[in-house]
C-alpha cells in the first residue's frame, strides 16, 4: 500500500473518533439538561401543590371569629407573586433567584398565619385546619425532597459540562452552566413564636 493511502486511512480514523465523541458528548449533555428540565418541573410541581392547598387553608381560617386579616391578606398577596413566576424550562440565576424571592415572601407568610393561629385554639382543634396543617407540612418536605434532586440533576450535567473535551462542545452548543437551589438568607433562623 502507498503511504499516502495509510495517511488518509489513519487521518479518517481520527476524524471519525473525533466526530464519534463529539456526537458522544452532545447526547450526553442533551440528557442531562433534559434531566435539569424534568427536575425543575417536579420542583414547580411541589410548589403549585402548596400553592393549591393555600385558598383552603385561608377560607378555613376565615371561619375564625375576629382573626386578624391582615395576615390573611399577606398569605393571598405572596401566592399571588408567586403564580406570577413561571419558566418553561429550568430557568437561569437571575430567574431562579426570582422565583426563590417569591417563594421565600409566601413561606414567610405562610409562618406568621400559623404562628398568629397558636392564639386561636378552637380553629387549632378543627379537623379541617389539622388536615390542612398536615398536608401543607408534608409538602413543604416534599419541597426540599424536589430541590434536593433538582441540585442533583444540576450538579450531574455541570460536572459533565465542565469536562474535557465536553466542555469545547458546550461552548460551541451553547450548552450554560445551570445555577443551584441556595438557601435563602435567614432561612435557618425559626420563626420567633410570641405569646
Do not use: C, H
Amino acid at each position: 500500500m502507498s503511504k499516502g493511502l495509510i495517511g488518509t486511512g489513519v487521518i479518517a480514523a481520527i476524524a471519525l473518533l473525533l466526530v464519534a465523541t463529539g456526537v458522544g458528548s452532545y447526547n450526553r449533555l442533551v440528557e442531562l439538561d433534559e434531566g435539569v428540565d424534568n427536575a425543575w418541573s417536579q420542583v414547580e410541581n411541589v410548589y403549585q401543590r402548596r400553592a393549591d392547598l393555600i385558598p383552603n387553608l385561608v377560607a378555613t381560617v376565615k371561619g375564625a371569629k375576629d382573626f386578624e386579616q391582615e395576615t390573611l391578606t399577606q398569605v393571598v398577596e405572596a401566592r399571588a407573586k408567586v403564580g406570577q413566576v413561571n419558566f418553561e424550562t429550568a430557568p437561569d440565576a437571575q430567574q431562579l433567584e426570582a422565583f426563590e424571592a417569591a417563594q421565600s415572601q409566601l413561606s414567610s407568610a405562610l409562618s406568621r398565619l400559623l404562628v398568629v393561629v397558636e392564639r386561636y385554639p378552637e380553629l387549632k382543634a378543627t379537623e379541617a385546619f389539622r388536615d390542612l396543617q398536615a398536608q401543607i407540612e408534608g409538602t413543604e418536605n416534599r419541597i426540599t425532597v424536589e430541590r434536593m434532586r433538582f441540585n442533583d440533576a444540576t450538579l450531574a450535567y455541570n460536572r459533565t459540562r465542565r469536562r474535557f473535551p465536553t466542555i469545547l462542545l458546550a461552548k460551541i452548543m451553547g450548552f450554560d452552566d445551570k445555577p443551584y437551589f441556595e438557601a435563602t438568607p435567614g432561612a435557618e433562623e425559626p420563626p420567633k413564636v410570641e405569646f
